[in-house]
Nanobody, 117 residues
């Protein structure tokens, strides 16, 4: 079965940086679309960034120029480097995998990111 495990969240001051990781297992990783989403209290889950199997990326306007998504297919892992963090970036961040064949979505358990002002 597909499992996604996130790590790297925590508490950071505004202007600081964090790097999130998401390790996938139970699936042939390289062909799947991967993404990071986030959900703040009282808000809907929103897309942060996606990365396709070839490495092409898409970012939400709110994080462009500050966040970088990357993937290491050899390690079945994606990353989200977050720089110049703002209090409004505070949320639970979720890793998502969209299976290339079935188009099923799989989610990690989430990791909390809190940015203090």
């Amino acid at each position: 079965q597909v499992q996604l495990v996130e790590s790297g969240g925590g508490l950071v001051q505004a202007g600081g940086s964090l790097r999130l990781s998401c390790a996938a297992s139970g699936v042939f990783f390289g062909t799947n679309l991967m993404a990071w989403y986030r959900q703040a209290p009282g808000k809907q889950r929103e897309l942060v960034a996606t990365i396709a199997r070839g490495g092409s990326t898409i970012y939400a306007d709110s994080v462009k120029g500050r966040f970088t998504i990357s993937r290491d297919n050899a390690r079945n892992t994606i990353y989200l480097q977050m720089n110049s963090l703002k209090p409004e970036d505070s949320a639970v961040y979720y890793c998502n995998l969209r299976h290339a064949v079935t188009l099923n979505d799989y989610w990690g358990q989430g990791t909390q990111v809190t940015v203090s002002s």
